[in-house]
């Protein structure tokens, strides 16, 4: 990306914040602070260049205000600028918070969330009710002609910024999915690193399917959203003291805090250092979602005055109990898992045989022809992205259902180890079949507990059958050392051949569909096995996508 370029993308993320138009004095000041020295000439000039492309729109005097087409360029023209940006955004939002819990004055951290009936907002209510949420402070705000309600709700990440107000510097690390158990928090189940990400990571969990707000309610029993932050050891004393003052003015959401180099909910902690974990601030609102409910959810979006905030409810029950901390398991990360895997890949490409990785999801077999259907016109229709092969299996412990196993892109890690050149999975993520074509969302493989196409699938966001918007498929990044390229060149060829696509192969430090990989590698990027199962989704077929992988002789698949 050129320097002119990243001045454009900064000036689009500038306007996106503003409720009105803005002037190049404005920008120019705010490009100042975030380390771009460019006077109001220079940003008038950059400006006239958005307005050709018709990313922002001039409002005569008062200035430019960003258009939808800049919205959209901003939110998916430069995403390897974007998986370095999300975690920039929570570093800013930690500085820009200066609440005063002694005053109960300042900027808070807010999440902004959109209800569409009555019914959404008593359960809201009572989650909040039950103490789980950071705080019972909200702003209600009627819009749309009266028919919504947007509510706004203190985030975690004002915890991060109050503490660094004290000295006392905190560093998020993870969000994900949080394990509880007769209401005593048990271990992280799922996770995702703030860094290396395009998707917030609380956000990537925010799916009827992942969490269990309710239960936990009814059953003390569930999984809610959580992030975990590692603070200074020597801060410790500071830092409970400073969260119990908080909680005294109704700010909490604490949920564990280790001491020093103790490995907390699953997750471990370097000696000289502490691990604390907090409920997200999107909490109640995961609850409204798992019943169906239309609601839109946004998090850590902007800062909002104290003072403008009022308690939802006026007394709160809180429903979790203090973690024992006995469960000694610790997450498998998703890279670790797939190194495993990769390692026993002995997929010959000459002589069509040996062991690949396989995803198998998991449909009832009374959908099993329409499956079959689904997965055909899929393949057929892009014969150049969409793996063919596949073998139905049973199910191991319900005959009701059968398994479909694809061709996982491991797969191609594997066959490349094999033959001696080293690859490192690096994202997966959601690729749109524009023109050209442009990774719309990142996520690393290190750092996440999860194979982020599941999260995709999981969050309707593929668009692989739907013909009202571009295609989005699943594919992923692979790195690979550039002394290697021919040899790997030819390998992907003959794999090719057998309908196992790459999409793309890239050069030394080149940006390859908007992605990019270290200096002195290459990229390449490979389609999803995933990819036809989310299509069956599409369509409205109940699936489990990948439930399982493991290895399987590719002779014995079927072909589409």
Known sequence: MSESERRMIEILRILNKQEKATGSKLIADELKDKGFNLGERAVRYHMQILDEKGYTERMGYSGRRITDLGREKLEKGLIYDQVDFIYSKFEELIYLTNFNYITRKGNVVVNTSTIYNEESYNIIKDIFANGLSVSPYVN???????????????????????LLNEGIASQPVYGGLLKIEDNHPVAFKELISYKKTSITPLDAFIAPEMTSVL???TDGTGYIPANFRLIPAVGKQKTIDTLSKLKEIGINGTIAISEDGENILGLPVNKGMIGLAIIGGITPFCAVQELGYDIDIKIGEELENFEKL?????????????SSNNDESKIPFILSKSWNLIQQVNFDVEKEKGDIVANISYIKKEDLDDAIDIMKECYESDTKYINPHYQILSHPTDDNKLGIATVCSLSIDGLLVNNGIKTTPKYGG????????????????SGSSLDP???????????????????????SIKEIPYVARDHSISLLDKLSKLGIPTYKIGKPREIIYNAKVDNYNFGIVTGSGLNTIAAIKEKGIDVEVKADTKLMPFENMDKL
Request: glycine share 4%; net charge positive; with cysteine.
């Open 430 to 445: 959601l690729l749109e079949l524009t023109e050209p074509a442009l990774f719309v969302d990142l996520i690393s493989y």
């Open 140 to 162: 209600l705000n009627r819009v749309k002609n009266g028919d919504a309600l947007e509510i706004k709700t203190i985030c975690g990440t004002t915890i991060d910024g109050i």
């Open 453 to 475: 196409h599941k999260i995709f699938i999981a969050k309707d966001m593929t668009s692989i059958t739907k013909n009202d918007r571009p295609k989005r498929l699943l594919a």
């Open 310 to 322: 009022t308690p939802i409810v006026n007394t709160v029950d809180h429903k979790l109990k203090t």
């Open 215 to 217: 239960d936990v309610i």
